[in-house]
C-alpha cells in the first residue's frame, strides 16, 4: 500500500531546510578584518614609536671623546711613532753659503779722506771688486809715484797724464774724486792698460796687478820691472780736506 504522505513529507523538509538557509537573520560568526586594513591601522602607532625609540637611542649615546690638535697645549699624539731610515751611504747635500761685501759709499770714503779711501775710488769708478789685494797695489802704486806723506800731490795720486793737462803726468785735477775717476777711465779705454784691468778685474794677487803695471807705458822706467816696487806695508795717510 503506498503512503501518500512520504513525498509531501519530504518536500516540506526541503523547503524548511531552504527558508533556514536562505532567510535565515541570525547574525553569522565575525570575520577576521584583511590584513592591509590592520596595517593601515597600526601605522601611526608604529611611526611614534620607532621615533621614541630613535630619542632614546640617542640620549642614551656616550658623547664623542674631543680630539686634541697636534702639538697644542696638553695634547699628545696618539699612536705609534713613524720613522724613516736612511741608508748610510746617503750623504746630505752641502749648503751653500755665498758670502755678500757692501760696497763703500763714495760719500763715506771721502770723509774718511785717506789714500786707502782713494784707492777704494778708483777701483769703485773701474767696477773692480774692492779686494784686499786690490786696495793694497794701489796704494804700492801710488806711493811710487808721489811717496806717502804727500800722496794727494797736485790731486793727482797717480801722476795721470787722462786728462790732468799733463802729458808726462805732471798735471792736476780740481779735487781728488776727479782724480779717481779719471785713473780708471784710463786704465779702461787704453788697449795697453788691458793686462792691469785683467788682474784687477780677478782682484786675488796684487803682485799679479803690480806685474802688469810694471810691463806696461805708464812709467817710462816700468819701475825698474819691480826691482824698484816696494811690497812693504804701506802707512795710512789722511789728505787735507781741501783736496776732496
Not at 577576521?32 to 601611526?44: F, H, S, Y
Not at 699624539?77 to 731610515?85: F, I, M, P, T, Y
Not at 803682485?207 to 812709467?219: D, G, K, L, N, R
Amino acid at each position: 500500500m503506498r503512503h501518500t504522505d512520504r513525498p509531501r513529507g519530504r518536500r516540506a523538509a526541503r523547503r524548511r531546510v531552504a527558508a533556514s538557509v536562505g532567510d535565515s537573520r541570525e547574525p553569522g560568526p565575525t570575520r577576521p578584518a584583511a590584513p592591509c586594513t590592520v596595517r593601515r591601522a597600526l601605522a601611526p602607532f608604529a611611526a611614534t614609536a620607532a621615533v621614541l625609540s630613535l630619542g632614546l637611542t640617542l640620549a642614551l649615546a656616550p658623547e664623542p671623546a674631543p680630539v686634541a690638535a697636534p702639538g697644542a697645549a696638553g695634547g699628545a699624539l696618539v699612536g705609534e711613532a713613524q720613522a724613516l731610515n736612511v741608508a748610510a751611504d746617503v750623504a746630505a747635500r752641502p749648503v751653500s753659503h755665498e758670502s755678500y761685501a757692501a760696497t763703500t759709499g763714495a760719500e763715506t770714503l771721502v770723509a774718511s779722506g785717506t789714500n786707502a779711501d782713494w784707492a777704494k775710488l778708483v777701483l769703485i769708478a773701474g767696477d773692480w771688486p774692492v779686494t784686499e789685494q786690490n786696495v793694497t797695489v794701489m796704494l804700492q802704486w801710488m806711493r811710487e809715484e808721489n811717496g806717502v806723506d804727500n800722496w794727494w800731490n797736485r790731486n793727482n795720486p797717480l801722476n795721470n797724464g787722462h786728462g790732468s793737462g799733463g802729458g808726462s803726468g805732471l798735471g792736476s785735477y780740481d779735487s781728488l774724486v776727479t782724480a779717481a775717476e779719471y785713473a780708471a777711465d784710463n786704465l779702461l779705454k787704453r788697449s795697453f792698460y788691458t793686462a792691469i784691468v785683467v788682474a784687477l778685474e780677478d782682484g786675488t794677487s796684487a803682485h799679479a796687478v803690480a806685474q802688469a803695471i810694471w810691463a806696461s807705458p805708464w812709467a817710462s822706467s816700468h819701475y825698474g820691472n819691480g826691482a824698484w816696487w816696494s811690497t812693504s806695508p804701506v802707512l795710512i795717510v789722511e789728505a787735507p780736506e781741501s783736496a776732496w
